[in-house]
């Protein structure tokens, strides 16, 4: 008995030991849209427990809007609230991942996203699916989209920083789109870059509400889609749940509902194992069944058909007491925030001002101290020119000195030239007189000398006559002596009467005759 007693003990012992060693935590590695988180959750936690610990960690209260969500099978499962973690079919790994996302869409997200931290969730998340092709966007809206998106991620452009290229590793279009178009990647962000230019002066919220509020008025916004038929056989339609209601598409257009039962027109939704009923608010229009393939997806639509019906009830309600502070929080933070921003756009405007302010001044302080420099080299050049200028000037000087004593010189040199030259006039108007007397004297003795030739010529002429008249006198003389007087000799009478007529002769011709 002892020792049964004795492996009783052991054996409560050891199952003791084993429930100390199970554990009471488990690591949760939750995704957000920008961060990684893990926790260790207790094996006790409820979805809700899990769940308010990542909005506490994440800073928000609009809690409605998102959810925890996870990988089952070929599907996806939101972690119900209200059941505990471990229960669900969560996986089995450690740590167990989730998705922390928005579960359910804003109608107009200027009016109900109150949280700066909700914004940008909504942001990232619309932006990826945009990106990734789950919500359709035409190229002209996805260019002025990526333009909010630089402008939130880069703020106001600026030409000398954001340099072409700058948007090179930055997704910011669909694939689709960038090949829809026979267009380079510099193609691109020079469209993208010529609107962001255009949004300067808004600040990160301002340019993700303003993105958003673009995507909301894209057909595929906020829709979860799923594939149902109108019979147990064929899969030819879809099933669009979102904000407003219900929709019926065809299986190749997610873009154009074929029929839709907006939530104030549904009086009820019910399923049945893999059958679905709407009831329209309307008696008169017929309900409409379809099915789904899993009873897993049939849970997934209902429990989205209740949580955007209560949020389309709740929208068109007054605010509760908590949403109503919220959003004067919001406000007032806002208009803090612009008031501060007004004041770092003063501060940067003046900031700015008081750089090129500087850099005016650095660069006039530059081009003062080049004038001075320049104005130092010419002054040592001025120095060096006047030393010059002064040896120069003292061999002016002296130049000046000698130039006038030549000067004078010259001047006494001037003042004789100048008499000389009256001399020389007096003399030149009486050589000019002498010359004229003188041409008048060879004019005369020109004339005279004419004269003298003409008279010469008479002379000659006279003496030829002369001599033929002496020459026929002395013939006739002879004649006559001759026959007159016969020659006698010894009578020195008659030759002295023949010297005395060559004497004659030689005298005057005509007297000889004459005798």
Known sequence: DQEAL??????????????????????????????????????????????????RTVGLRETWFFGLRYTVKDTYAWLKPDKRVLDQEVPKDSPITFNFLAKFFPEKVEEELVQEITQHLFFLQVKKQILDEEIFCSPEASVLLASYAVQAKYGDY??????????????????????????????????????????????????????LKIAQDLEMYGVSYFEIT??????????????????????????????????????????SEKEFTIKPLDKKKDVFKFYSSQLRVNKLILQ??????????????????????????????????????QILAREKQMREEAERAKEEMERRLFQLQDEARLANEALLRSEETADLLAEKAQIAEEEAKLLAHKAAEAEQERQRLEVAAMKTKEEKRLMEQKMREAEQLAVKLVEQSERRLKEADHLKQD?????????????????????????????????????????SHSCNVISVIDA
């Open 158 to 211: 600026d030409p000398n920083f954001h340099k072409p290229g700058f948007l090179a590793q930055d997704e910011l279009l669909p694939k689709t789109v960038s090949i829809q178009y026979q267009m380079t990647a510099d193609m691109w962000e020079e469209k993208i870059t010529a609107w962001y230019a255009e949004h300067r002066g808004l600040a990160r919220d301002e340019a993700e509400m303003e993105y």
């Open 304 to 341: 989205l058909c209740i949580g955007n019906h209560d949020l389309f009830m709740r929208r068109r309600k007054v605010d509760s007491i908590e949403v109503q502070q919220m959003k004067a929080q919001a406000k007032e933070e806002k208009a803090r925030k612009k008031m501060e921003r």
């Open 463 to 503: 003496l030829t006559e002369a001599k033929d008249a002496e020459r026929r006198a002395k013939q006739k003389l002879l004649e006559i002596t001759k026959t007159t007087y016969p020659v006698q000799r010894g009578k020195p009478g008659l030759a002295v009467s023949h010297s005395n007529v060559r004497m």
């Open 230 to 271: 109108q019979n147990k056989r064929d899969t030819n339609l879809l099933l669009g749940v979102d904000a407003q209601g219900l929709h019926i598409y065809s299986p190749n257009s997610k873009l154009t509902p074929n029929k839709s039962f907006p939530w104030s027109g549904i009086r009820n939704i019910s399923y």
């Open 6 to 55: 004795f492996d009783r003990n052991v054996f409560k012992m050891s199952i003791l030991g084993l429930k100390k060693k199970q554990p009471k935590t488990f690591k949760v590695k939750v995704i957000t849209m920008d961060a990684e988180m893990e926790f260790s959750c207790e094996v006790k936690w409820k979805g809700k427990d899990l769940f308010d610990l990542v909005c």
